[in-house]
C-alpha cells in the first residue's frame, strides 16, 4: 500500500511507544499540573506540530542529513536541553498568583498563554535530537526499499504517528488536569507541584544535554 510495507505492525508499534511514558509524556503532564487541563492540551498539540516537522523533514530527507551531521546533533541537543531548563527554572520560580487562593485558574485561557504553551510544545519536540534519530530510524523499515513512492510513504505513516500520537496525548492532558483541578483552590499545594515539575523539566534537559547519538 503506498509502498508501505508491514502496516499492521507500525500502528501496533506507534501505539507501544505512546504509552510507554517518555520526555513528551513527561512535558505533557507536567503542563497540565502546572496550568490545568487547557494547557496541557495545548501543549500536546505543539508537540504534535512538531511531530509534523519531523515527518516531512524524513519525508524529505532532510531528516537523515541531520542525523550524519554530529556538529549539527550537538547543537540542536544542547539548545533543546537550555530550553527544557529554562522552562523548569521559570516553574521553580513562579510565585501563586492571588486568583488561585480563591479556587481561579491561571491565565491558561487567555489566546497569548495559549499561543505560548503550544510554541514551548512545538520547540520541545522539535529541539529533541533523539526524537530526529527516532524518526529516521524507526520510519524507513515500514517503507519498501523499491518503493517509487517514498515520499508518500512517509508523509502516510508520519500522519498516522502524528494522529495516534495527539489521541493519546490528549488523554493523558485530559487526565493529568482533571486530577490537578482538585488542588486549584490550594496555592500552598500548587506552589509544591509547581517546584516538582520546574525540577523535572530541569532534569530533563539534563538528561538531554548528557544524551549520546
Request: glycine share 10%; charged share 10%.
Amino acid at each position: 500500500m503506498f509502498g508501505i510495507t508491514h502496516f499492521e505492525f507500525f500502528v501496533v508499534a506507534v501505539f507501544l511507544l505512546n504509552v510507554t511514558p517518555g520526555p513528551d509524556t513527561a512535558y505533557i503532564v507536567g503542563r497540565s499540573v502546572a496550568q490545568g487541563r487547557g494547557a496541557g492540551l495545548m501543549s500536546a498539540l505543539g508537540i504534535s506540530a512538531g511531530c509534523c516537522v519531523h515527518s516531512l523533514a524524513c519525508a524529505f530527507g532532510l531528516t537523515a542529513l541531520l542525523a550524519a551531521s554530529a556538529t549539527a546533533f550537538t547543537v540542536i541537543k544542547f539548545v533543546g536541553a537550555v530550553y527544557l531548563m529554562y522552562l523548569g527554572v521559570r516553574l521553580i520560580l513562579t510565585k501563586p498568583e492571588a486568583g488561585e487562593a480563591k479556587g481561579e485558574t491561571r491565565a491558561a485561557g487567555a489566546p497569548k498563554s495559549l499561543r505560548q504553551l503550544f510554541m514551548q510544545g512545538f520547540w520541545t519536540n522539535v529541539l529533541n535530537p533523539k526524537v530526529v534519530l527516532f524518526f529516521v530510524s524507526f520510519f524507513p523499515q515500514f517503507v519498501s526499499t523499491d518503493s517509487s513512492n517514498k515520499t508518500f510513504a512517509f508523509l502516510t505513516l508520519g500522519v498516522v504517528f502524528v494522529v495516534m500520537s495527539m489521541a493519546w496525548n490528549s488523554f493523558v492532558a485530559w487526565i493529568a488536569g482533571s486530577v490537578t483541578r482538585r488542588f486549584s483552590g490550594k496555592p500552598g499545594v500548587r506552589k509544591w507541584l509547581d517546584r516538582t515539575v520546574g525540577s523535572a523539566f530541569v532534569g530533563l534537559g539534563i538528561r538531554l544535554a548528557t544524551a549520546t547519538r
